[in-house]
């Protein structure tokens, strides 16, 4: 059983290395990290980039995958909400850490299901939402 982290970068001006601290920072013990640099979570599903790929041909049943943010396993909401879904029918936890929490798949109560899909379905639509622009110019302002 593996914790694996998943890091993805998508400017120059992020690091994989400032990810992986925080998440070290909360505690994690990793036996690897795993990380796309340079690619969009919007445009391309984790499925086909080349390193995410790789994190779904790796995990396994009793592994966790860590990510700071469920934004980094994508930017779109239908990506976002399958993409955790088929990792917890595989038997994989998965734990964020910037709000610390755990989809394990592992309850069987629909009430409590019900609750752990409205939270990955909001997370997904905030991954989602745009993010707001640090500088705007008078010209863009409505």
């Known amino acids: 059983m593996a914790t694996i982290l998943y890091a993805r970068v998508s400017t120059a001006d ?3 290395a400032h990810q992986r601290t925080q998440v070290e920072q ?3 013990v990793l036996d690897e990290v795993i ?4 690619v969009s979570g919007v445009t391309l599903p984790l499925a086909e980039r080349p390193q995410g790929k790789r994190l779904s041909d790796k995990l396994r049943a009793g592994d966790t995958l860590v990510v700071r943010w ?3 396993l994508g930017r779109n909401y239908q990506d976002v909400t399958d993409t955790i879904r088929q990792f ?3 038997g994989v936890v998965i734990r964020t850490v910037i709000n610390g929490m755990t989809f394990d798949g592992a309850t069987k109560d629909p009430l409590q299901q019900a609750v752990r899909d409205a939270l990955i379905a909001f997370m997904a639509v905030t991954a989602q939402s745009p993010r707001p622009k640090s500088r705007r110019t008078p010209s863009a302002r409505a």
């Open 35 to 38: 990380a796309d640099e340079g």
């Open 14 to 16: 992020q690091n994989i």
């Open 26 to 28: 909360a505690g994690f």
């Open 88 to 90: 917890m029918r595989q």
């Open 70 to 72: 469920v934004d980094r």
